[in-house]
């Protein structure tokens, strides 16, 4: 399954509000994964099942969709949210990442 | 706290093999599903391998298949990936992963670097 994620770069100030896209070439249900992985760092889980958030993740952080079209709304950037984000679908075997969207907070 | 420590990367010769080796701590290891997630250099993630808490079902993607093997030894609370006949593709980091299930990582190691070149 491929996972396309859009924009694959976003530049936005703190406060802003970004929406992350990833669609799925295949309907992958609810088995959507979503990971922050800052420079020099290993990747940090933020959201599983498209819409639950891991243990520790701040509440702007939120997951939604379904099927093939799934988003990752930051409500208010804060600067430590500069990072590349990758989705990765769970559904089938091999799991497969997208390519990353890179946020800069300006 | 959990802690996943990989050891075992290194340069390589085409052709050659490693043996990567992850030591887990701060948790019940043979209750969770663990796996090798590899990054190449400026690019993204891509899993490899995927053993379940019991060790008796294992994937791999198409790309690895035939050359490594992941294990785990419960009793030391420790995953392996052996990686034979190297390419130079397979150079990236490789990071540790534990899974909350199939697919969901938790917690990640720091990563070993693993480089394929004469």
């Known amino acids: 399954t491929v996972l396309t994620q859009s924009p694959a770069t976003l530049s936005l100030s703190p406060g802003e509000r970004a929406t992350l896209s ?3 070439s295949h309907n992958i249900g609810s088995h959507l994964v979503w990971y922050q992985q800052k420079s020099g760092q290993p990747p940090r889980l933020l959201i599983y099942d498209a819409s639950n958030r891991a243990t520790g993740i701040p509440g702007r952080f939120s997951g939604s969709g379904s099927g093939t079209d799934f988003t990752l709304t930051i409500s208010s950037l804060e600067p430590e949210d500069s990072a590349v984000y990758y989705c990765q679908q769970r559904r089938n075997w091999p ?3 997208g390519q990353g969207t890179n946020l800069e907070i300006k | ?3 996943l420590l990989e050891s075992g990367g290194g340069l390589v010769q085409p052709g050659g093999s490693l043996r990567l080796s992850c030591a887990a701590s701060g948790f019940n290891f043979s209750n969770y599903v663990m796996g090798w997630v590899r990054q190449a250099p400026e690019k993204g993630l891509e899993w490899v391998s995927i ?5 008796g079902s294992m994937y791999y993607v198409d790309s690895v298949k035939g050359r490594f093997t992941i294990s785990r030894d419960n009793s030391k609370n420790t995953l392996y990936l052996q990686m034979n006949s190297l390419r130079a593709e397979d150079t990236a980091i490789y990071y540790c992963a534990k899974g909350r299930n199939f ?3 938790i917690i990640w190691g720091q990563g070993t670097v693993v480089t394929v070149s004469s």
């Open chain 1, 22 to 24: 990833c669609r799925a």
């Open chain 1, 95 to 97: 799991y497969t990442f």
């Open chain 2, 1 to 3: 706290e959990d802690q």
């Open chain 2, 51 to 55: 053993i379940s808490g019991g060790g």
């Open chain 2, 103 to 105: 697919g969901v990582v």
